[in-house]
């Protein structure tokens, strides 16, 4: 369980660096227990997939096998907070329609790469073919996406559109 701490501390020091420009304790464990809810939807829904799948491997190395898949987001993440560190304040948040749909593009290959790497897993603890394993891989995302979506949505009261729409400044 590994890489899903490594993840938690990450999206930490991503709040911590966003909401003060540095790294602080206390800004990375609110971070850290803020975002729990995305590694336990996806751990839970992989545990609820992995359960139909042949195993070849303990639950436990299999979390660790299967987060190898958040490496694109990190890299993503990492490449953000660098390019928000060397904006201003009104920069980073009234950034012009362009910027966030180049962010918004910048998305495509990583969920590509992401997904890639995720069908892989699929196919490398299943004994049936392809087909099997991109079932496994739709079953995992629509049970981890709905549960995050969910909460997240559930969380603040705010709909999806609102979010849409307050993230394109519309």
Same mark, same amino acid.
């Given at each position: 369980?590994?890489?899903?701490?490594?993840?938690?501390?990450?999206?930490?020091?991503?709040?911590?660096?966003?909401?003060?420009?540095?790294?602080?304790?206390?800004?990375?464990?609110?971070?850290?227990?803020?975002?729990?809810?995305?590694?336990?939807?996806?751990?839970?829904?992989?545990?609820?997939?992995?359960?139909?799948?042949?195993?070849?491997?303990?639950?436990?190395?299999?979390?660790?096998?299967?987060?190898?898949?958040?490496?694109?987001?990190?890299?993503?993440?990492?490449?953000?907070?660098?390019?928000?560190?060397?904006?201003?304040?009104?920069?980073?948040?009234?950034?012009?329609?362009?910027?966030?749909?180049?962010? +918004?593009? %910048?998305?495509?290959? =990583? &969920? *590509?790469?992401?997904?890639?790497? /995720?069908?892989?897993? $699929?196919?490398?603890?299943?004994?049936?073919?392809?087909?099997?394993?991109?079932?496994?891989?739709?079953?995992?995302? +629509?049970? %981890?996406?709905?549960? =995050? &979506? *969910?909460?997240?949505?559930?969380? /603040?009261?705010?709909? $999806?559109?609102?979010?849409?729409?307050?993230?394109?400044?519309?």
């Amino acid at each position: 369980m590994r890489r899903p701490l490594l993840l938690l501390f990450v999206f930490g020091c991503v709040v911590s660096l966003q909401a003060s420009n540095r790294l602080s304790a206390r800004l990375i464990l609110d971070g850290i227990i803020s975002f729990a809810f995305i590694p336990f939807f996806e751990v839970l829904s992989l545990a609820i997939v992995y359960r139909r799948a042949p195993r070849r491997v303990p639950l436990a190395r299999a979390v660790d096998a299967f987060f190898v898949a958040n490496a694109p987001w990190l890299v993503w993440l990492l490449l953000f907070v660098v390019v928000r560190s060397v904006q201003t304040p009104v920069q980073a948040t009234a950034g012009p329609v362009w910027w966030q749909v180049t962010a +918004l593009l %910048s998305l495509l290959p =990583i &969920v *590509a790469w992401s997904l890639y790497i /995720d069908l892989q897993f $699929f196919r490398s603890i299943r004994a049936q073919g392809r087909g099997a394993a991109a079932g496994d891989l739709a079953r995992q995302r +629509l049970i %981890s996406w709905t549960c =995050i &979506v *969910a909460y997240f949505i559930g969380h /603040d009261g705010t709909t $999806f559109f609102q979010l849409f729409t307050g993230w394109l400044n519309v």
